[in-house]
Structures are given as structure tokens and as C-alpha cells.
């Protein structure tokens, strides 16, 4: 590596360094920042980071099936799909999770889903709704 690429890495870095969060980066406020929310809210702090870091690597894992299937010649075989089947399941899991860590009813999340986007959408998909959307469509 030139000394000029490794400059450019140490400058990044550093850059990195001073736009994060002091939760991010040091323990302590970390804990502070854990404490905090378990005593001013409802949600239960370790559930969310388990259903959090769980849907990214579940969520992951099953893109990693399709990408392979659709971009390398992974053939779409009932192997394939029982391992997506599993990886969905898993994807599930970590979905309740999420809800009982932030004490919402499933039912009510996918309710409130289907509402958001029969509002957004009504009766059939149209892409300029999809990206001109109204104040306040999340």
C-alpha cells in the first residue's frame, strides 16, 4: 500500500472517529446510554439488541440464498427453498422478538402495515407512489 492510500485511510479513519457517537465508542456511555432507556421508556433493552442484531444476520443470511441463486447459478432447488423456509422462520423469531421487546402486538403491526400501505398504494401498486409519497408516509 502506498503511503499516500495509507494517509487517506488514517484521514478517513479519523474522520470516522469524530462523526460517532460517544455511545459508539466508549463502553461507559454505552451502559449510560442502555440505563437510560430501560428507566425513561417501556423497551426492554436486551430483547431489542438480540431482535436487532438478529434480523440483520438472519436478514442477511437469507440475501445471501437469493443472491447466490440469482447471481451465481445456485440452482433454485427445494433444498434452496427449505433453506430460505428456515432462514424466514428465523427472520420471524427475531421479528417477535422485536415486538415483545418494544411491547407491540404482532397483530396490530402488520394492521397498521397493511393500512400504511393501502393508504400509500389503495388498490394496486403504482412507482410514483412509491417515491413521491406524502408528508409524513414513512
Known sequence: MTEEVKKFFETYTDFVTKVTSNPSLDLEALSESFNKIEKESSIKTPRLLTA?????????EFVEIVKKIFLQGKPPSEDNIFHMKRELGDIMWYWITACAALGLDPYEVINENQEKLAARYGEKFEIQRSEIRKDGDL
Open 52 to 60: 436487532a442484531l438478529g434480523l440483520g444476520s438472519e436478514a442477511g
